[in-house]
């Protein structure tokens, strides 16, 4: 059979299995690669015409399906992955930290705090269960966090301080925590993991290298290229700030593993500077580049060993970058999402209709033909029918939560709740630093909007999306703009009560929920606090001098702490 009746085949197959659920299992099972991109704002992907060198990404747009209102539920790494993972927004979590700090009938405060269930309700178990090689690699951060010696030694892990200067027992212990972190995700129903990154990068091993992770991610598709399989390859990039990633390009020995005594096997590292400079690109813009260049390993070898056709490839963020944290659409909620897949879909499509990150787990156990196991929850819609029409809407709105804030998007509109607990509102109302410094925090639901959004710390916002895409001009107080915030507040309320036992504010009152009735003077003193904070970013750093000619300068400082630590 030549290459055109095998894809007619396949598309004919597709159509089938599309038709009913019945009929999925007739398809010829696809492979699915997530390659997962992190803190990647959708501005600044080439696709949507960002300036910058990607042209693998311009080639997976132009050979499949570009989505422009993709959105992630949390804006943070651990409760974006885990919901990639699951199918199952952070609230819907079940994992004993998150059951811990948020007992059933109280509010949670979705961050950094959920992790995979120990019952392995995951994308990755089931698959393998119906026959998928399920495969990691890079960067995981779902895992949970470990604290102390004995808990890290119970799982068999090395402690190993942050920012400890290098050593080779350090890299000893680096090396074994890699080949554990292994063992502990195919505890989690991954059939295969290798070049595992635990969570973010730490000194002395904070250096990306893209080349290793991809090393793994071809030899997992090289020894499963014969059966269905399922990969998650998350790298690394472009996480931190810009200058971290062509700093980078001078460490091709420094791994999640430690250094390594040779270099990696596949690399682009060498050119990735004189491609950035041939395009009138700068320093600031080489970790696209080299991100891209990974992409563009993946699909040669899909090409290479002949599965391309029947391999979905999906590209996508974990979210955006510049409202990280928030709940705001721009570079925030809203990410940059490119899907193919020749025999399952139309090449060079543009897809306008909304989309969120618990829909792809659905949508691969349809593909998959996998039957889930009783009491299997997931939060999302499969995403298959936009495959056959892509104007055709699977859902009218989608559901943000992160911190203390919800939110819900439609393709007009964008409404924000942000509502405290009545713990919360005692402790502000008190002055206690460590909750005002928490909500306006990473996981807070506010992060770094507030410095960019005049209402960002309030208790409503509705923003025109069409007018005011960036949500400059809160419209929640509108008298014109009544009936729209009820119809956003009404979606809000249905989308809350998919979690049961979960309250929040005056939408789903109980537990600790408080409403936003009375809380004028809570709002008014975390923005004062966070002008402050604003205005100390401003201020230009003053050199510390010794109080006197006798007294040690800071590195000394430093230094002595190591003999101290030492020492001990």
Not at 432 to 460: M, N, Q
Request: proline share 6%.
């Amino acid at each position: 059979m030549n290459v055109m009746k095998q894809h007619l085949l396949c598309v004919a197959l597709l159509a089938v299995s599309l038709a009913g659920p019945s009929h999925v299992a007739a398809a010829p099972r696809p492979n699915i690669i997530v390659f997962l991109v992190d803190d990647y704002d959708k501005p600044e992907a080439s696709a949507y015409g960002g300036k910058v060198l990607t042209p693998n990404l311009d080639r997976l747009a132009r050979e499949g399906m570009r989505f422009d209102n993709a959105f992630v539920t949390s804006t943070v790494c651990t409760p974006s992955r885990y919901t990639f993972l699951t199918g199952r927004c952070a609230s819907s979590s079940y994992c004993h930290k998150f059951t811990q700090l948020f007992p059933k009938g109280t509010q949670t405060s979705p961050g950094f705090n959920v992790a995979l269930e120990n019952d392995n309700m995951n994308v990755a178990a089931v698959l393998a269960k119906s026959g998928y090689a399920t495969g990691f690699v890079g960067k995981y951060h779902v895992g949970g966090e470990h604290h102390g010696p004995e808990q890290l030694n119970k799982l068999g892990l090395h402690d190993i301080p942050k920012n400890v200067p290098y050593s080779k027992a350090i890299n000893r212990k680096q090396n074994e925590n890699e080949k554990r972190h292994r063992e502990l995700i195919k505890e989690r129903g991954f059939t295969w993991a290798k070049h595992i990154y635990w969570g973010n990068t730490k000194a002395p091993f904070q250096m990306h290298n893209p080349e290793w992770t991809i090393e793994a991610a071809i030899e997992f598709i090289e020894l499963h290229k014969d059966q269905p399989f399922y990969l998650h390859y998350a790298t690394t990039l472009l996480h931190g700030p810009n200058r971290s990633w062509h700093k980078s390009l001078e460490h091709p020995r420094v791994t999640g593993e430690g250094m390594v005594d040779r270099d990696p096997a596949f690399g682009t590292r060498k050119t990735v500077m004189q491609r950035i400079q041939k395009a009138g690109l700068t320093e600031n813009e080489a970790g696209y580049l080299w991100m891209d260049d990974t992409l563009g390993m993946i699909l040669d070898k899909l090409d290479e060993l002949k599965i391309a056709d029947n391999t979905v490839v999906l590209f996508i963020a974990d979210h955006g970058s510049n409202n990280k944290g928030s709940l705001q659409k721009f570079r925030g909620a809203e990410v940059p999402c490119l899907m193919r897949w020749p025999a399952g879909m139309q090449a060079g499509v543009v897809c306008d209709q909304l989309i969120q990150n618990t829909d792809f787990v659905p949508t691969w156990f349809e593909l998959a033909g996998a039957r889930l196991p009783k009491g299997y929850h997931h939060d999302g819609v499969s995403l298959g029918p936009l495959f056959k029409s892509p104007q055709k809407a699977v859902r009218d709105h989608v559901y943000c939560e992160m911190g203390a804030a919800r939110g819900v998007m439609t393709k007009d509109y964008g409404y924000i709740a942000l509502r405290y607990t009545q713990d919360q509102l005692a402790a502000i109302r008190a002055g206690e630093k460590r909750t005002i410094k928490s909500v306006l925090g990473l996981s807070g639901g506010v992060s770094r909007s507030w410095g960019k959004h005049p209402d960002a710390i309030s208790a409503d916002q509705l923003y025109d999306l069409r007018k005011d895409p960036e949500a400059q001009d809160n419209l929640a107080g509108s008298p014109k703009h009544r009936a729209t915030l009820r119809d956003m507040r009404a979606r809000l309320t249905a989308s809350l009560k998919q979690f049961p036992d979960r309250p929040y504010g005056e939408f789903v009152p109980g537990g600790s929920a408080a409403s936003a009735e009375g809380t004028v003077d809570v709002f008014r003193r975390l923005r004062e606090v966070a002008m402050d904070y604003k205005g100390a970013r401003k201020r230009p750093k003053t050199s510390r001098k010794p109080e006197s000619p006798d007294a040690p300068s800071r590195k000394q400082r430093r230094e002595q702490r190591k003999l101290d630590r030492k020492k001990k």
